[in-house]
């Protein structure tokens, strides 16, 4: 049976939700899940949900948790919090993977240095599947690694390309790298590098990403360094709530617009559904030796059941394994690390 | 008089949008408009528009024109291309600013080595006023500049705080560095660097934004390199246009939704003429000489209209002299170029 190691105490909503999304995740995926954090508030709303016999939700007591301003450094020394001891069940084997919805880069600390890099993995990066018109994008790295040197980003391709295939079953991943134009030799000087090793590479290399292929379908993966992944991503959630934001202000002076909102609520409510990051529940740290699943800081119940349904299809399709496998069979010898 | 040259021979509806452009140009902004290219194509166009006789429609001819994959270094060497003529009318003090919708990398390559960098402008860069809920949000460099020095950055803020101040009339621009994380000491090696330089000089700079601010209108001013940049502007493009197919693949399907999409065409109309970038116009390449405006390569009459009108304000706010006094007195004498 799968064992799923959850931080209770990280996120918006926590505990409440985080303790609520173990209970969707026990009942309807059928894991162990180890609750991690205050014992006394985690069994409090496992007894209000009449759960707090459930064998499937089994409570791990920590004193402290990681605040959302915390240094990554700190993070590594508040040994106590729930963060650090859910990663410790994973480290120690006694869990098999970890979800958190608390601040990104404690569980990345958490996930790089707690339970470690898989082998041959140099550094574990962030992929994220973005949606397109025909199904979905990874893009990688968005936010694990700030200055990255060229081996690394093809390191991320072959992660990527993993990703791609086994969990979201797309036969043979066409591959691209982030650049400003459509030509070899377009970019920067960590582009202009990186393009001919990946060139090299056994991967489906198809050159020069846009800016404009992130959402358009062109590519399955877009390789970048940590920094542009990151500024992307969060550009284009801002974006969103921009979007949004502008449009009610259009609508709340006129009633003929108010109806004609109600009438597209069934479409709008669709459409949400794909983009909503609680939907697909959680993005993961590739390359970790177990997965470690990072869920939006707003996360809710059905994030986290969703996050930890993530985690256990990662353990199920023996990412890692396959993982490793491509790693030594995609990249040439003297390009490895 | 301002002295308008535009290169009739560039962009997806050229000549046809390019010339019905100048010619609502002249007629709205009574701007004397250089119309450069094809002199048979573009009189036959103003003749069918009864405007042939108009004295502040002036055809200027030239024999070639730039290709959307003409490499820029090509650019140079075609001295009888419609973009290279028209640069050469601004750079012989013929005409006041040069409009284009062609290939963005070559009408860079024009504004960099023909119109040339004004006094005190090491690189010029493009500068953009994105939308957010409260107004708009310089974000600079969006391309012009790919591998950049943190003395570069400065630059960039100053031009962007000169551009929020005279073009948007913002009175105090909150000026940030883009990075990923809030705190100082985040970010890559070229923000860390950056981020001192900034705070010594007389900007009121806020310190690192991060991808979310981009939209969110807490920041006026946002500073990258142009590779970053360019990525975001692109994504945020193509996250437009994914969001509004999905949609429409959603409503195919219902009648009621068609039918509120009806009742929100007028919402939905206002909206796009906020994002629309037919309604700004074009694109300013700060720090040119003179103003060097590009518009969107789909740009139609209006989207020329209106890059004519922007470069007029360029020209109007005296917007280049308030450029170079804010970048003798913006910067502390050591971090000058």
């Known amino acids: ?16 939700e985080i303790v609520k999304g173990c209970v969707l995740a026990a009942k309807e995926l059928g894991y162990k899940i180890y609750l991690v954090g205050d014992k006394n508030r985690i069994y409090q709303i496992l007894e209000t949900s009449g759960e707090k016999d459930n064998p499937l939700l089994e409570i791990v007591h920590a004193e402290e948790k990681i605040e959302m301003n915390d240094p990554p450094s700190n993070v590594l020394r508040k040994k106590n919090s729930s963060l650090y001891v859910a990663a410790m069940l994973v480290r120690k084997g006694e869990a098999d993977g970890l979800v958190s919805a608390g601040n990104t880069g ?3 600390a958490v996930g790089k240095f707690i339970v470690g890099a898989e082998e041959e993995v140099e550094r574990p990066a962030i992929g994220v599947a973005l949606p397109n018109p025909k199904g979905k994008t990874v893009l990688i790295d968005v936010g694990a690694n700030v200055d990255c040197k060229p081996r690394h980003l093809v390191q991320f391709a072959v992660m990527g390309h993993t990703y791609a295939q086994e969990i979201l079953g797309i036969k043979n991943p066409r ?6 134009g459509e030509e070899e030799g377009k970019g920067n000087e960590l582009v202009k590098e990186t393009y001919p090793l990946l060139k090299n590479t056994k991967l489906n290399f198809k050159g020069n990403a846009e800016g404009r292929d992130i959402y358009s379908g062109t590519f399955d993966v877009i390789v970048c360094d940590g920094f542009v992944g990151n500024v992307i991503l969060k550009a284009s959630e801002s974006l969103g709530f921009a979007v949004v934001h502008l449009i009610k202000e259009e609508i709340k002076n006129s009633w003929l617009a108010k109806l004609g909102t109600l009438l597209l609520m069934p479409v709008l409510n669709n459409f949400k559904k794909k983009a909503d990051f ?7 740290l590739l390359g970790a030796k177990k997965p470690v699943i990072i869920t939006h800081g707003r996360a809710n119940a059905k994030a986290i059941k969703n996050a930890v349904r993530v985690a256990g299809k990662f353990l199920n399709t023996s990412f890692n394994k396959k993982l490793v496998e491509n790693l030594k069979a995609l990249i040439p010898e003297g390009e490895k690390v």
Do not use: T, W
Request: hydrophobic share 55%; with cysteine.
């Open 1 to 16: 049976m799968l064992k799923i190691a959850v931080d209770c105490m990280g996120g918006d909503y926590a505990p409440l």
């Open 106 to 108: 404690a569980v990345l």
């Open 175 to 180: 591959v691209g790298i982030l650049s400003i």
């Open 278 to 284: 609680a939907e697909y529940g959680g993005i993961p």
